[in-house]
């Protein structure tokens, strides 16, 4: 309240102050650049336009005169002087003035070779007068940014004097133009054009710098041009621009020129002496505001410092103790009750609110009553959200176990439906259901997990890993497409079994989901030194840098779930799963252009129990995982190249009971229909049977 009334009188105070220095500065810098570069320049401009007269008369005669080369000296000599100068003037060069002058040092360092093609004869009249114009325009552009004085009517009269600058060395290119025309007797077209370009921006300057002047320093101007010397000059341009011939007495046109330049010459620089007498008197006044505006303004500033740090200690003291409360209140107490509600602790809104204490002003108790009420807001707010999230969880869990439960009946029709059926046709179309069925039970599942509840499949004895990969396979659509690679035989934890089962079957689900249907998708395993490593790899598209990092720290952190974020269900599954049992997930792009996701599956929950070894020439097929069964292997023969298992009879009975199972047939090309309906019948009855022999173990854990 006190501190911004103070920077805003300090502000303004500033603000004047800059205003007040800065024309100060300006006016010192034009000064320096007046004392350095504009003297130089001025001399500069002059040996210049000497060298290009007596240059251009060389080019028509093609002799090499000594005054030419003395000429030439006092230009360089000149310029000398005007580089020096530059370097003196420094900090007074502006950034905007900069490029100016390096671009007239580079016209001067052209002097050399513009001179050696008059000298040589490689330049015509026209030509090395052009050359030497451009060295003349980029000295004019430097006068244009010496004119920096602050006052509005003083940049205006300089201005308008720069004006009858330009137009002095107009007439100075016609002086030249035509006295090398006088010499030769006649004008090239090019030269007339020239001539007559001149001649009219010498009009258009002339007329604009008399605009700009004030009486006191147009007079003496109307009057030269009223002058004798002035309209003999006129009338001679004018011939020449008419007829294309130069002037018939050369005499006439040289004394009227340089009467003329004469006169000019000496009203510009008395103008010059005005003008600077002019930003004298602006300077004085100057300085005159730059006292008031620092000095008066200082002791204002001062003063209101001394008045407001008496109420501002006061002020300070009793908005820290509010400092105090807010922070206590944002950083230690609302997080702590957010906490306590994720722990599902029960919250009294009314003991929890307490109103902050603080003393001072009446302000200051208002402000701390409306914290206190935006307190009593939040956590209400958070209590009531606490409260949905609850019940949103228990929506998911109800609806979880209803689904459950009518899966299970399904389940039961099925295998009813399966025992019945021998049509190979009607028996793919239940297996098909079956695996659809199976699908279902694991979203079932998957909601269950989302509500924070386990579910309900637990295994008392380890599971071997591979039981646990093709029952996750199992519930996968395009189990087809994935293909299990040799891995170490190990058993993990029966009570994560389910869960570990579910965690691969949405990595692989989502592997198959996102490549290419024509593409295999490889799951590979392998203990390692701090447990058990399953990696999933599938040759999509990928995900970009920022996608692989924002997935890998959702899973290795998951969030609280969000009902408006469900583009990635079951990842965040997979988080949850993961989180539940220490494990660690990880995607990251694979050599195939695709994603590889590892699962690192710590060492407690892998025991030193070794999977069954299967009988032999057989090997271990995982069926469809069922609620409250443990997945069990079948014994078959192998997978033929048509895909269908051949169950191996009496496998599985005890060795009282078996007898030598029959010779495999012989193997064929090609089957026929009704081997191949055999092979539908075989692989329904092993499946009924294990099913059976599931449901029995699990019923007893």
Do not use: C
Not at 33 to 43: E, F, R
Not at 257 to 263: E, F, P
Not at 491 to 520: K, M, Q, R, W
Not at 659 to 684: G, I, Y
């Amino acid at each position: 309240m006190l501190l911004l009334p103070l920077l805003s009188l300090s502000a303004l105070w500033g603000f004047v102050l800059n205003l007040t220095v800065g024309d100060g500065q300006n006016l010192l810098r034009a000064n320096t650049l007046y004392q350095t570069i504009g003297v130089t320049s001025t001399d500069l401009g002059l040996q210049l336009q000497a060298e290009r007269t007596r240059s251009v008369a060389a080019a028509t005669t093609r002799r090499l005169t000594e005054d030419l080369g003395e000429q030439r000296a006092r230009t360089d000599t000149s310029v000398i002087r005007f580089q020096r100068a530059a370097v003196e003037a420094g900090d007074a060069v502006t950034e905007e003035m900069r490029p100016t002058l390096d671009a007239l040092n580079a016209e001067l360092a052209r002097l050399a070779s513009i001179r050696g093609d008059i000298d040589t004869g490689n330049s015509s009249r026209l030509t090395g007068m052009n050359e030497y114009n451009r060295v003349l325009d980029a000295l004019f552009r430097l006068y244009d940014h010496l004119v920096t004085v602050p006052d509005l009517a003083l940049f205006q009269q300089a201005s308008s004097l720069q004006s009858m600058g330009n137009a002095r060395e107009l007439i100075a290119r016609e002086q030249a133009l035509v006295g090398g025309a006088v010499i030769s007797g006649d004008l090239s077209p090019a030269e007339i054009t020239a001539m007559t370009e001149y001649v009219a921006s010498r009009k258009f300057m002339h007329a604009r710098g008399l605009a700009g002047l004030d009486v006191s320093l147009r007079q003496p101007y109307e009057e030269v041009f009223g002058g004798e010397a002035f309209l003999s000059f006129s009338a001679a341009e004018l011939s020449v621009v008419k007829t294309g011939r130069p002037p018939a007495n050369a005499d006439e046109w040289n004394t009227a020129v340089t009467k003329l330049a004469d006169q000019l010459d000496k009203i510009g620089a008395s103008s010059t002496g005005v003008i600077a007498e002019r930003a004298t008197d602006g300077a004085t006044a100057i300085i005159v505001r730059i006292a008031l505006a620092g000095g008066v303004g200082l002791i204002a500033v001062i003063a209101s410092i001394l008045i407001s740090v008496r109420f501002g200690r006061r002020l300070a003291a009793e908005l820290a103790g509010l400092r105090t409360a807010a922070l206590d209140l944002a950083e230690v107490r609302l997080p702590r009750l957010v906490q306590r509600l994720r722990d599902g602790d029960e919250i009294d809104v009314k003991k929890e609110a307490k109103p902050l204490k603080v003393s001072g002003s009446a302000e200051i108790t208002d402000v701390a009553s409306a914290f206190g009420s935006v307190q009593r807001t939040a956590v209400e707010a958070a209590v009531g959200q606490a409260t949905v999230r609850q019940g949103v969880s228990q929506v998911f869990l109800n609806l979880a176990r209803r689904k459950q439960g009518l899966l299970h009946r399904q389940l039961s029709l099925l295998d009813a439906m399966q025992r019945r059926t021998h049509d190979p046709d009607r028996l793919d179309e239940l297996f098909r259901l079956d695996h659809l069925t199976t699908r279902m039970r694991r979203h079932a599942e998957g909601l269950i997990i989302l509500s924070g509840a386990a579910p309900g499949r637990a295994w008392r004895k380890p599971v071997p890993v591979l039981d646990i990969v093709r029952a996750a396979i199992a519930e996968v659509e395009d189990y087809a497409r994935i293909n299990v690679e040799t891995m170490p035989a190990a058993a993990l934890d029966g009570g994560a079994a389910a869960d570990l089962t579910h965690l691969v079957a949405e990595l692989v689900e989502n592997a198959s989901i996102y490549s290419s249907p024509e593409t295999a998708v490889q799951v590979r395993g392998d203990l390692v030194s701090n447990g058990y490593v399953l990696e999933v790899e599938d040759r999509g598209l990928g995900l970009s840098p920022q996608e692989y990092a924002e997935i890998n720290a959702r899973l290795a952190d998951p969030p609280e779930f969000d009902l408006a974020d469900s583009d990635r269900l079951g990842l965040f599954v997979v988080a949850r799963l993961a989180q539940r049992h220490g494990l660690q997930v990880t995607l990251r792009a694979s050599p195939f252009s695709g994603t590889t996701a590892i699962v690192l599956i710590p060492k407690r929950l892998v025991t030193e129990r070794e999977a069954l070894p299967p009988a032999p020439e057989e090997e271990p097929l995982e069926l469809p995982s069922r609620s409250s069964r443990r997945p069990k292997p079948l014994a078959v023969v192998g997978l033929p190249n048509d895909g269908l298992p051949r169950r191996v009879r009496q496998a599985n009975l005890p060795a009282q009971l078996s007898k030598p199972p029959d010779p495999p047939p012989p193997p064929t090309t090609e089957r026929s229909p009704d081997e191949v309906r055999d092979l539908f019948s075989a692989f329904q009855r092993g499946t009924q049977r294990a099913r059976e022999e599931a449901d029995n173990e699990g019923d007893d854990s």
